[in-house]
């Protein structure tokens, strides 16, 4: 019988310096101005790194999930059946059941889409404008690291072999790009003019 070979877990994404240049001269061609958000208002590369860290500490307590499972597959929906011989009370009973078991008890675990967009929404560590200037720079990344114009970072991130590991390296090189390129960073186009 001749030996099965494991193919070796592929490690985390990484992110270069060259990769995170590359997203810079991206930003700096885009058609639309990557740090404006919906309020019409710029983000400061600082507050959108911040946004980012956030993500990551969110996704490092409650749980990052590649993307959401709707039903958990339970047999509870059998006991859901149109029975006409059914007493309300049961029925009552089997309906309380299912939705407790298909909402789960566990800490909520996120996708990225959803820990940026609830990182914005605390108030503590971000905004609207940063959640969505923080995914325009994620996206960045992800199409300098891919080679695509047309590659998004949620996207990627829902990938089947994508890790938890993956996103915080992406959401890392996010921040780093945001502290580097972003507006108010020393360096940075608007500083130099």
């Given at each position: 019988m001749p030996e099965t070979t494991i193919s070796p877990v592929p490690a985390a994404a990484v992110f270069s310096d060259v990769t995170l240049s590359k997203a810079a001269e991206l930003t700096d061609r885009s058609y639309?101005?990557?740090w404006i958000g919906p309020s019409g208002e710029e983000s400061s590369g600082e507050t959108v790194a911040r946004h980012l860290e956030a993500t990551i500490a969110l996704l490092d307590k409650d749980g990052w999930i590649r993307a959401y499972r709707y039903g958990n597959g339970s047999s509870a929906s059998a006991d859901l059946a149109d029975d006409d011989s059914m007493t309300v009370k049961a029925m009552l009973r089997a309906l309380i059941r299912f939705v407790r078991d298909e909402s789960g008890t566990a800490a909520p675990q996120r996708t990225l889409a959803t820990a940026l967009r609830h990182v914005g929404e605390d108030g503590n560590h971000g905004d609207t404008d940063t959640a969505i200037v923080a995914g325009y720079v994620l996206d960045r990344v992800i199409q300098a690291h891919t080679g695509s114009d047309s590659a998004r970072a949620v996207s990627w991130s829902e990938r089947?072999?994508?890790?938890?590991?993956d996103i915080t390296a992406l959401l890392t090189a996010g921040a780093r790009l945001a502290r580097t390129y972003g507006p108010g960073a020393v360096g940075s186009p608007e500083q130099a003019a």
């Open positions: 639309r101005p990557l089947q072999h994508r890790t938890h590991a």
